[in-house]
């Protein structure tokens, strides 16, 4: 069963590099760039894993988000970056 993964970057990454690991959500943060997109299982966790390793990203947070913190943030139809609630 799936789970739904916050991922945090540091840096600012571009919308081009940002649509490679399919974000359903990008939130803004000052430092960093937040990502939240579901996860089948395990493997395909761990392959987004590595994928931030092969592009010599800096993966700084991973937390599995609740019903509760999805219901919190906002989105923008553009895929532009949107502020967290």
């Known amino acids: ?14 919308n081009e590099l940002l649509e490679t690991f399919g974000p359903s959500r990008v939130l803004a943060d000052r430092d960093d760039t937040v990502f939240v997109r579901p996860v089948a299982d395990d493997a395909e966790l761990f392959g987004l894993i590595g994928r931030c ?13 609740t019903v509760r ?14 502020p967290a609630r």
């Open 1 to 14: 069963m799936g789970a739904v993964y916050e991922f945090q970057i540091a840096g600012h990454l571009s």
């Open 53 to 65: 390793e092969t592009l010599r990203l800096r993966l700084v947070g991973l937390r599995q988000v």
């Open 69 to 82: 913190d999805r219901a919190r943030t906002s989105t923008r139809d553009d895929g532009g970056i949107a």
